[in-house]
Structure formats: C-alpha cells, structure tokens
C-alpha cells in the first residue's frame, strides 16, 4: 500500500557569505556583523503530482546516460549525447504541458505561481544541443509556442461562436499566430474572414499569399534561407508602401509585423506578454538567420525595448540571459538561487560534463559541481516516501561521495512496512553495505518482537546474524513453550537448517523442536539420545532443565527400555545438579508441584534403572 503524503520536510540552504568569499558578511537586510545566510523553506516540490512525473521519467534517461557513456565512442557517442538531449527535452516538454492544463483547469493560483519553475525548466530546450546543428530559429519558435499557452484557450472560445471573425478576441488569436510564425492557424482564421467579408477578399488574397510564401529555412542552408527571405521581405514592404491594406488597420498592421516593424510588435505587447516572446518574434521578421554567438545582443536589445528602464530583471530573465551569452556556470548558478528544486541543474550539470562543455573544478570539500548537484538533488529525493528509490541510483553515480551520502540516508528512511523493510535491505545487500543491513535487521526484529511476532523477530535476527538478539528470542519460544506447552511458528524453527549454530540457545531450540519431531514419529531411542544430549551438553538454560526430564518421563515408562544404565545414570545425575542448587532447592521443596515432578522422576528413574539391570544381566548371561 503506498504511504500518504506527510507534511513535507524543512530544506536549509546555507548561501555562505552574501559578499561571496573573502567578502563582508551580511545578512537579507544587508546588516553587517551577521556571518552566514541560511534559507529554510518546506520542499514542497516533490509532492507536487506534475514534478513527481517529471522525476521518474527523467532518471530513466539519467541511467541510460549513465550506462552506455563506458561503451560509446566517437560518432556513436555523438548520436546517443544528442538522443539524450531530445529525451530529456521531451520529458520536460510533457511536465510542462501538464503543467498549462492544470493550471488551465483548476484556476489554482499555487499552479500558476510555478511559472519560474516551468519556464526555467524550458531554458534547457533554447540551449544548443553540443552535438546539434541547425537553424537556431526554429528550436526558439519551439520553445516560444509552448510557453505562450493562452492562445489556445482564445483559440477555443473563437471558434465555438456562432461567427467566429465578429468575435471580440478574434483578431487578438490572428495576432499571437502570427506572433508566433504558426502561419497555417493564422491563414485558416482570416479565411474565416474573407468569407464573412467579401470586400476584404482581395486584400485577404494577398496577405494569405505572403504568409504562404514566408520562408522559415527548415530545409534549405542560411545562405538560401537569406536570399529568399530578402525577396520576401521585400515584397512585403512593397505592399506597406502601396497602401495595400490602408482600409483595414488589422491586416496593415499584420503585415507590418510580417515586414518587421518593431514598433508593431511592441503595440501588441500584450498579446506578446514577455520580452523574451518579443525577441522570438522580433529575430523570426527581422533576423531569421541570427547565429547563436549573436544571440545574446539581441536578447539585451530586445528587454530594453520591452521592459523600458523602469522595469527591473525577474530571476528568469538573468536565467535566460545568461543561457542566451551561453554562460553555463552562470546558468547554472542562477539557477540553483532562482528554482526551487535541484532537478534542472543537476541533470543538465551532468549532460554537459559528459558533453565535455563543463569545465569542472573541485569545490572547496573536494567533490566537482556535476557530484555536488547530483548529491543535492538525490538528498532531496530521500524526503519523500516513494522517490527514495530514484535518489539511490543517483548517488550510485557519484563516485567520491555517493556512497557515503547513501549510507547516511539509507538508515533515515522510515520502515514502516516489512514489503519496505525488505526493499531497503535488498538495496542494501547488492552494495555489500553491511553495517546497515545489520541495523535494518535489528530495528525490524525488534519491532516484530515488541508486536510478539516471534517467528519474524526471529528471521530478521538471523538475517542480522546477532547471536545476542537471537538468543533473547529463543528464550521467549521457550518461555512461550512453557506456558502453552506448544511452539508457534513451526515452520520456521523446523528449517533453522545451519543458522541454529548463530547461538547455543538458538541451537538448543532447533534441537528441542526436532526431539518433538523425533518422538512424534515414535523414534523413541533417537529422541532419548538427542534428549540426553541436549542436557549433559549444558547448551540448556538452567530453568528448562525441569522440562527437559519431565518430558523423559514418557520414555523412561515405555513398555520397551529406552535408556541404557549409563544413560540413566546421567539423567540421575542431571536431576541431582537440579535439586542440589541453592536458592533453586528450596524453591523446589516449596513448590508442591515441582516436588512431586522430582519424585516421580526418581521412581521412574529407579524403575528404569531396574529394568535395564534386569534386561543386560539377562542378556550377559546368554
């Protein structure tokens, strides 16, 4: 059954001196005289239903890095970095498409407040791959339609009226298509127009006939890509200047935008909503063969026009800025401060060092930024009660200190099922960790001992091969035999097979269970044998020797002799060492009971003893 989600736990991140090494420690308010900066807040990310996706599929892709990085080599190597690039692209593609629906669907202002997380999640999509070539573009108009869901809710609320181009957001949805360079959606809609329109057809003839023609260099090279898109331009200029569309202010400033006019799009600004949208659209009109080395000019162009002077950057807008100078470690830095999780960073961090883009240094511990990260985030999996499992193979994939982090770890999780229990332990055996497979062992066998399962107290202290453990379980069989003169758990104690040698008293109970079995298949002579063996062997606690000779009594009354003269003696000598201790004597005259088990043994020891006199006389003398 799997566990319900509990409060989820406190996260302290320690940011060190604000000043940064060497520097001036401050504290938030920037007071002097505080050292450290410590940031505690409630993860709460893994119980978010969305991420805990995002995390099982994307540690599948994690361990298939992992395990073909040894056998690859050269071009090979190449094809799996870059099939690794697309499989992560397309799980955080999936969570934040997710992500849009839910927020769509529920209205839950908490949902909507994970913007930062989802769109900083997506800078790993406008990241070139190392090993990609092709139009840059292309892969930003990707990333651009997926962060700019709102149109399709608009989308769906046109086109299910009854005249979809007199409704009020009509030309709005044309806008952010076009915005977007999704020219098909765009040319559909306007049909729609035209239709309803006819004064407007010739004008909608030529806006539709120069969105059609809008080269976007999916096949062709950037030199091609250039040329035609220089002619196509051109054209649309040319029918700015003729007043092609003077009647109609929405397709003139349609194509507008389509002749690059960075005036018109920033009229649409809030249809465009952010600057990095702008940019997209901005580079698709007016510089669609932008190289990624000119990216980041741009980008810093395209917020100042945007945000104007008065609007200072979001955490995502240094992000991005940083991912458009392609400034890795700073990617990563700003990051680890803005997100609230380790997942992104720590899997791209780990990308990049196979991709060999990462410029690794050891940290001031000794461990690189690629281990560190993993460690984070694989420590953070270990808070929740089902993601455990994916935080050991992270740790199992850091070399220095993963192993250590583990075994930490490993001994936190809470056991509070044996189907757990037994997990944790398996895990624990295939990395030979012995210490903590001992400790899971006895947590579990005293557990079942405080519940008086003693069958299972008894297995997991086997399992532990704790003799100490072991022996005070025996004792409580043997108590419990006492008490209701049969033992439970027979199963168990009939295939102790070698682990009864863990301890003299797990030995004796092993032993006593087969005398049992012995004398219940009327084997009396190997029952009396074992008996008196397990007596003169002295492996018996001292209070279990009055059972032991109490149970000799049915042998020493068979019809047939059971125990030889030697014998005999030794069980009389037995039942004298018992009756001569002190206090143990004298608690035995006093017990009514216990003083007439001791003379029935006498007799019967002195019948048996008769007998066998008797009957190896006899046989002497023939």
């Known amino acids: 059954m799997e566990e319900a989600d509990t409060e989820p736990p406190l996260v302290v991140r320690d940011w060190g001196r604000v000043g940064g090494p060497g520097g001036t420690g401050t504290d938030r308010e920037g007071a002097p005289g505080s050292s450290r900066v410590f940031v505690v807040r409630r993860d709460q990310d893994i119980y978010i239903q969305t991420l805990r996706k995002l995390f099982n599929e994307s540690h599948g892709v994690f361990i298939g890095l ?69 139009p840059l573009l292309l892969r930003l108009l990707d990333w651009i339609r997926l962060h700019v869901c709102d149109v399709d ?12 181009s007199k409704h009020k957001l009509f030309w709005n949805v044309v806008d952010v298509f076009v915005l977007q360079g999704r020219m098909d959606e765009a040319r559909h809609l306007l049909s729609k127009e035209a239709s309803a329109n006819p004064t407007s057809m010739s ?5 539709d006939d120069l969105m059609m023609k809008m080269p976007l260099g999916n096949t062709q090279t950037l030199t091609e890509l250039e040329l035609k898109w220089q002619h196509w331009h051109e054209e649309c200029q040319r029918y700015l200047r003729d007043g092609t569309f003077a009647s109609n202010p929405h397709m003139e400033s349609i194509c507008k935008i389509l002749a690059g006019d960075e005036n018109a799009m920033l009229e649409k600004k809030e249809l465009l909503t952010t600057w990095y949208h702008f940019l997209v659209t901005r580079l698709l009109y007016s510089h669609p063969t932008v190289k990624p080395m000119e990216l980041h000019f741009y980008a810093q162009s395209s917020m100042d026009l945007f945000l104007g002077e008065e609007s200072s950057p979001e955490p995502l807008d240094t992000i991005l800025m940083a991912a458009f100078e392609f400034e890795l470690h700073q990617v990563i830095k700003e990051c680890s401060i803005a997100l609230s999780n380790w997942w992104f960073v720590a899997h791209l961090t780990d990308l990049l060092d196979h991709c060999k883009l990462l410029q690794s240094h050891n940290l001031y511990f000794g461990s690189n930024m690629r281990e560190f990260l993993l460690l984070e985030y694989a420590s953070g999996l270990f808070s929740h009660h089902s993601l455990w499992q994916l935080g050991v ?35 624990c055996e295939q ?27 008894l297995s997991w202290s086997i399992r532990a091969k ?35 040698l863990l301890s003299d008293r797990l030995t004796f109970l092993g032993k006593y269970r087969e005398f049992h079995r012995l004398y219940g298949e009327k084997r009396f002579s190997e029952a009396a044998k074992l008996l008196l063996m397990l007596m003169t062997a002295h492996i018996a606690p001292c209070s279990f020797w009055m059972t032991l000779l109490t149970d000799a009594l049915p042998l020493l009354e068979q019809k047939e002799v059971i125990f030889s003269a030697e014998q005999t003696y030794e069980l009389m000598q037995c039942l004298e060492d018992l009756t001569a201790g002190k206090p143990d004597k004298q608690k035995l005259l006093d017990d009514d009971v216990e003083t007439t088990k001791v ?5 019967a020891l002195a019948r048996n003893l008769a007998r066998v006199i008797v009957k190896e006389g006899t046989l002497e003398g023939s």
């Open 66 to 134: 992992q395990r073909c990085e040894e056998e690859l080599a050269g071009k090979s190597r190449k094809a799996h970095l870059v099939q690794v690039s697309k499989n992560y692209r397309s799980v955080i593609r999936a969570c934040m498409e997710d992500m849009h629906r839910a927020a769509a669907a529920t209205r839950d202002p908490a949902l909507h407040s994970q913007s930062t997380q989802s769109n900083s999640l997506g800078t790993n999509r406008i990241i070139p791959s190392p090993c990609k070539a092709g």
């Open 599 to 603: 003379e029935m043994l006498r007799l």
């Open 393 to 427: 193979d992270y740790f199992d994939h850091c070399r220095e200190y993963g192993r250590v982090y583990l075994e930490l770890h490993i001994e936190r999780i809470p056991l509070n099922t044996e189907q757990k229990a037994l997990k944790v332990l398996r895990i």
């Open 203 to 207: 004008m909608y003839k030529v806006l």
């Open 466 to 500: 704790d003799a100490a453990f072991a022996t005070l379980i025996s004792d409580r069989f043997l108590k419990d035999y006492c008490e209701r003169g049969c033992f439970s758990d027979l199963d168990l104690i009939d295939n102790l097979g070698p682990s009864m």
């Open 153 to 164: 809710s608009m989308v769906r609320e046109v086109l299910s009226s009854e005249n979809p």
């Open 431 to 457: 990395r030979h960790m012995h210490e903590q497979v001992r400790s899971i062992c006895k947590i579990m066998a005293m557990k079942a001992l405080r519940n008086n399962r003693l069958g299972s107290a």
